[in-house]
């Protein structure tokens, strides 16, 4: 049985979608979304599994649809897989259409038949690079080979795989037939991503790095046919066709096709701070109230809704000046993209 949508926001958007970020820590460092010395949250601060699990079935009562746990790497959260395994309940109700992960592929081999015996179906797995040396530089803390092997593992256990590539001028130019040629050999979905400010990241060059998916577009084309497809995911991405291929390519552009007129989405982080858009800074914090109301869900669900009624029409972020604005000061790995 679905649930009747019943968070609207100012916008008329139903918001039928929510991306939890699990925890902020995580095994790699990626250049673009965080710092190599990170500090982290202590671990009272962050919502138990079990107080996860009431904020989410909260929203899923609210007519939330589909959930993506991300983090941080959602799979370095100690129990995750109580947590993974305590929502499937909802996916067995009808509640919950998608329980899904975003994690950068470097436990899976440890716990891709968990995912599926909790009714994961897909899941997006990130790598920018095909090549280890460029791929331990881009993550500083990761290992190509163990990603690859955890890919294996999701695929053999009877997870789609779904790979996400930021697109980083001077890094993954190159690599662009390579990783397109791959994905198509093993039948994953592939698709990228343009880099967002986010985040102090010291000397990091925001705008020296930014390649536009227009470009990249562009130069797919002078391989490929591209046909654009009208079908949506309940994510951001647009997709295309390449004929002589048939794989699907999507692009995720926030920055040169703003798609946030369609938005249908609200993000949580590990404390339990609800982000109404992922390129503001507004957000309002749901873990007190829930603590402070065990038994009773009704103050929860009026913060919530309260929330909602505040969501901006979109984001701000603009490359067009050397540095750029709408600059989000938290780093991606706070909401979990
Ligand atoms: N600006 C913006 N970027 C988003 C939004 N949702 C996702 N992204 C970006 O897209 C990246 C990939 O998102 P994923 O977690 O893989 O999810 P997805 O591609 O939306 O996957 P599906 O839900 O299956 O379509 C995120 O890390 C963000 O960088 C959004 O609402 N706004
Ligand atoms: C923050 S990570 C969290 C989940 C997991 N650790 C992973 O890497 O998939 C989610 C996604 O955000 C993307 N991301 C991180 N920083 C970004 C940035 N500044 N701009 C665009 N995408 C970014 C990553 O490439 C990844 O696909
Ligand atoms: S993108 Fe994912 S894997 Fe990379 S540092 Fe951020 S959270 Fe970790
Ligand atoms: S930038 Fe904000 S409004 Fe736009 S799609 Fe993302 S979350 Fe929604």
């Known amino acids: 049985m679905s649930n009747a949508p019943r968070l609207i926001d100012p916008f008329a958007r139903a918001i039928t979608y929510l991306r939890v970020s699990v925890t902020d820590r995580c095994d790699f460092r990626c250049v673009y979304c965080m710092a190599e010395h990170m500090t982290f949250l202590p671990k009272k601060e962050l919502l138990t599994l079990e107080e996860l699990d009431r904020m989410c079935s909260t929203f899923i009562g609210l007519g939330v649809e589909k959930l993506r746990i991300t983090g941080g790497e959602p799979l370095v959260r100690r129990g995750i897989m109580t947590f993974f395994d305590a929502m499937s309940r909802h996916l067995d109700s009808g509640a919950l259409k998608e329980l899904t992960v975003t994690t950068n592929g470097s436990q899976l081999d440890r716990f891709a038949s968990d995912l599926y015996a909790a009714g994961v179906r897909r899941i997006n797995v990130s790598l920018d690079t095909l090549d280890a040396a460029k791929f331990q530089r881009v993550t500083r803390w990761g290992r190509l080979e163990q990603v690859l092997s955890g890919i294996d593992a999701a695929r053999n256990a009877g997870l789609r795989v779904k790979i996400n590539t930021v697109a980083l001028k001077g890094f993954n130019e190159d690599e662009l037939f390579a990783l397109t040629e791959w994905c198509a050999r093993e039948d994953m979905d592939l698709t990228f991503i343009e ?121 701000d972020f603009d490359y067009s000046r050397q540095k750029p604005d709408g600059q989000v000061s938290r780093h991606m790995s706070h909401t979990g993209g």
């Not at 130069?219 to 591209?226: I, P």
């Not at 692009?251 to 701070?273: A, Q």
């Open 195 to 315: 880099v967002m400010p986010m985040g102090d990241l010291g000397n990091e060059d925001r705008v020296g790095q930014y390649w536009s998916l227009d470009d990249l577009r562009a130069d797919l084309a002078t391989r490929y046919t591209l046909t654009d497809l009208a079908e949506r995911t309940g994510g951001p991405a647009r997709y295309v066709r390449l004929n002589e291929t048939g794989q699907k390519i999507g692009f995720i552009t926030p920055l040169t096709h703003n798609f946030c007129e369609s938005c249908n989405r609200v993000r949580m982080t590990c404390t339990g701070d609800l982000f109404m858009c992922l390129g503001q800074e507004d957000n309002a914090s749901l873990r007190d109230i829930m603590r402070a109301h065990p038994e009773d869900d009704a103050p929860l669900i009026r913060a919530i809704e309260a929330a909602i009624a505040r969501k901006p029409e979109g984001h």
